[in-house]
């Protein structure tokens, strides 16, 4: 007889979580307060108003320990959660590790990735007070596929800003974006004043998440009808990511394991987040004793080689001054495939947690996280996105490592998202035409040298 191995922890959909958990009133020192640009005051709810509904306001600068997320929201949640929680035993036995490696899956999401899980409450809290209009950037176009998908459950309209490098490279993901409804733009583009004063001076602009963000932020700030949605970064947007660590906290605990190092891919932090706050929580407690790791590309290394100061969330200054760790807001990151990765900040609310000392951050060369996510879906079936697969590459190395010790280790990561719309850059890795980057130190140096001062 063969017998039968778990690879599935799976939870009811009555297990979906009923409150979203807010780390803050559990950390050890609080948080810098987000600034007003003009005044270097801290910045009150009113100064967002123009640009969120209350709620989510409320939600951002909350001490409140637990959440409640709203029925209907839940009831969209059950779609697709609990996620899954999968052991990686054929990855195991392909690197011949004692390690235990465990990854919570979230590309089942009908939008392929995490970013649905903040997509719907954002969308919903919108919807609850009088929005119509939703406007938005887009990397990668996860975030817009999301994004889209929610309004159109919702009733909203969605227009999406799209970084011209990714919308040149995934016409599949605008397809998807404009299945759901929405409105797809190339930025930067020639329809708000932002997008225009960049392509004067760079009219093969590759585009960025900065240069989006602005276009997008200024389309909301001049029309009363629209609010701005921002798939990362913000504090209720990391809020809303923390159903993946509560289910992983119950699936783990399923499957018998105490997880020893917990890894997260970083572009603005949201998966990672996500992931990681709920376990760090109970760590804070005396409960669990995980090592937490964030990984970042080479090629823009906000948290390894970036300063953690005030500066601005886009290239068009106009959003608050928030203290995180950033390459300043003018700098471009190369054209990397992971497009979610290419944001020259971190969110305040890792960049803390990594500032206290309690998670570290690493940085993986694009190459070799190709070459990783090419082994994990040869041994898992399942085709990584890019951004993820900088999550793998450092579970593969754990797992090495403990091989070379000759220890066992339980290993859990976020597979943040599937690739299966990313498959140009798994067929330009495969053709050899995908490069590493050298960390940009003039251009960063540039970028830092332009950093707001606040006293
Ligand atoms: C957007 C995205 C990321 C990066 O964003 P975070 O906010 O850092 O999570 C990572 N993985 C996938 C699949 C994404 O879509």
């Known amino acids: 007889m063969f017998g039968m191995e778990t690879i599935q922890y799976n939870l009811p959909q009555s297990r979906i979580p009923l409150a979203w958990y807010n780390i803050v009133p559990d950390l050890p020192a609080p948080m810098a307060p987000p600034l007003h640009p003009g005044t270097l005051q801290p910045l009150g709810p009113d100064d967002l108003a123009p ?3 209350m709620a989510l306001i409320m939600q951002e ?7 409640e997320i709203p029925g ?3 009831q969209i949640y059950a779609q697709w959660r609990p996620a899954p929680l999968m052991r990686a035993r054929r990855l195991e036995k392909a690197l011949d590790t004692p390690a235990r490696i465990y990854y919570k899956y979230e590309g089942v999401s009908p939008a392929g990735s995490h970013k649905l899980n903040t997509a719907v409450p954002q969308a ?13 950037e887009t990397g990668a176009g996860q975030w817009g596929s999301a994004l889209a998908m929610a309004c159109a459950f919702l009733g909203l309209d969605c227009k999406v800003f799209m970084v011209r490098v990714s919308y040149d490279q995934k016409p599949y993901r605008r397809a998807l974006m404009e299945t759901f409804g929405a409105s797809v733009t190339a930025s930067p583009s020639n329809t708000t004043d932002c997008g225009r004063a960049i392509l004067a001076q760079h009219p093969d602009s590759r585009g960025s998440l900065g240069i989006a963000i ?15 949605a921002l798939g990362s970064v913000l504090n209720h947007v990391l809020l809303h990511q923390t159903v993946i660590g509560q289910e992983a906290i119950e699936q783990m605990a399923l499957a018998g394991d105490d997880p020893d190092v917990i890894i997260g891919c970083t572009g603005g932090g949201s998966n990672f987040a996500g992931l990681v706050m709920p376990f760090l929580g109970r760590k804070l407690k005396g409960k669990g004793h995980a090592r937490i790791v964030a990984v970042e590309p080479a090629a823009c290394p906000s948290l390894t080689k970036g300063r953690f100061v005030y500066d601005f969330g886009d290239t068009g200054h106009l959003t608050p001054l928030v203290k995180m760790h950033t390459l300043g807001s003018t700098f471009v990151p190369p054209g990397i495939h992971a497009g979610g990765l290419r944001y020259h900040g971190m969110a ?11 998670a570290d951050a690493v940085t993986v060369q694009q190459l070799d ?17 890019p951004e993820a697969n900088h999550a793998v590459a450092e579970a593969i190395h754990q797992a090495l490592e403990a091989k070379a010790e000759g220890k066992p280790r339980v290993i859990l990561f976020n597979l943040s998202g599937h690739g ?26 540039m970028a830092l040298a332009g950093l707001p001062v606040v006293p």
Not at 61 to 67: C, G, K
Not at 425 to 445: R, V, W
């Open 61 to 67: 600068v909350s001490a409140e320990r637990e959440i």
């Open 420 to 445: 299966h719309f990313d498959m140009q850059s798994y067929i330009d890795y495969h053709a050899g035409k995908l490069e590493n980057f050298e960390y940009p130190e003039e251009e960063i140096a």
């Open 51 to 53: 640009l969120f509904p």
């Open 348 to 358: 305040p609310l890792v960049s803390h947690v990594i500032n206290l000392g309690l």
């Open 124 to 136: 919903w809290y919108n919807k609850q007070e009088g929005v119509t209009h939703l406007a938005t």
């Open 369 to 385: 996280a190709f070459a990783a996510g090419v082994q994990f879906a040869r041994a898992e079936g399942i085709v990584p996105a």
């Open 72 to 74: 209907e929201v839940r």
């Open 214 to 228: 602005s276009e997008a932020v200024e389309v909301a700030a001049k029309d009363p009808k629209t609010k701005y």
